[in-house]
């Protein structure tokens, strides 16, 4: 059946092939898991309007992505894109370290990845499958300049040819190589140091860092921390870095009575050890470490995640 000859439950059953992986690249150009679920939806409506116009010049996948990304740098150019209001905490918290600047950041559940397929790296790829998930790794995007973010992911992600990419971006491969260059040293900068692979222990330190925590013992959570230690929240801003810090913030919430109880049941988010939070039976968000060796380099609780 060919491509301009397929009708609409042809095309359907054709391009949900690619959903779920279209719908993994959209999030990591846009960090937010709720953005790319629509974006998809409108990159999958425009390719079946514009099938006819579909010469068969390249793959459908390549097609797909084309339309795809362009529809999430519309969305990252957009002066008016949606971010969520900062939430109101009930208690008077510390001086921050530093005010986040992805407060838009959603994260992405394990059991969607193994939707996507054939989702390991390419040959030429320069980020492994778990890196290119990782937390460091989507924060780090959001951080470049939109058509940075897309070469890079496009090209030492999912491995698409020079010329293919130049061409989903509307340039040559010239300008490709050079935006390729600006992207791989700031997202190198912003990362950091990421991206270590968890200790074999990572159950043990994950259960005591759980326990610690769900029995507001302070010291027992900090002990688990590297010293130089990140704790988010997005949607806030707050973000604190280093064990000081963080002890001054986790001080005043955990001096905040929770009469129905706080439980943190496990879960996996971003190839990373996650926990549902709940007080008594109200969703509490859900929280996702970064491990690194035994030790936990940083804790990203997602406030307004069920």
């Not at 797909?64 to 362009?70: E, G, Q």
């Not at 397929?117 to 990782?134: F, H, L, N």
């Not at 002890?247 to 009575?257: D, I, K």
Request: net charge neutral.
């Amino acid at each position: 059946m060919s491509t301009r000859t397929t009708d609409e439950r042809g095309f359907r059953e054709l391009s949900d092939t690619y959903r779920h992986e279209l719908h993994l690249h959209c999030y990591r150009l846009l960090g937010s898991f709720a953005d790319a679920e629509d974006v998809v939806q409108e990159t999958l409506l425009a390719a079946w309007r514009g099938l006819e116009g579909f010469e068969g010049r390249s793959s459908l996948r390549t097609w797909l992505y084309r339309i795809a990304t362009n529809r999430c740098l519309n969305a990252l150019r957009d002066a008016g894109r949606r971010r969520p209001p900062e939430p109101v905490p009930p208690f008077d918290p510390p001086e921050p370290s530093r005010r986040g600047e992805v407060t838009w950041l959603q994260p992405y559940p394990d059991e969607l990845l193994e939707r996507v397929a054939d989702s390991g790296p390419g040959p030429e790829a320069r980020y492994t499958a778990r890196e290119a998930i990782e937390l460091a790794f989507v924060t780090g995007l959001q951080l470049l300049p939109p058509r940075q973010a897309a070469a890079l992911v496009l090209r030492d992600v999912l491995c698409f040819p020079a010329g293919e990419v130049a061409g989903m971006l509307g340039t040559t491969e010239t300008a490709v190589k050079g935006i390729l260059q600006r992207a791989r040293a700031s997202l190198a900068k912003h990362r950091d140091g990421a991206g270590h692979r968890p200790s074999p222990r990572e159950r043990e330190l994950t259960k005591r860092f759980a326990d610690a925590f769900t029995a507001g013992d302070l010291d027992g959570v900090l002990s688990l921390l590297t010293d130089d230690a990140w704790l988010a929240m997005p949607p806030a801003p707050h973000e604190y870095h280093g064990l000081e810090a963080i002890a001054s913030f986790l001080r005043v919430t955990m001096a905040v009575p929770v009469p129905e109880g706080f439980t943190m049941t496990p879960a996996r988010a971003n190839n990373q050890p996650a926990f549902h939070c709940r007080h008594g039976a109200t969703p509490a968000g859900l929280m996702v470490l970064t491990l690194d060796g035994d030790r936990i380099r940083a804790v990203t609780r997602f406030l307004d995640q069920k």
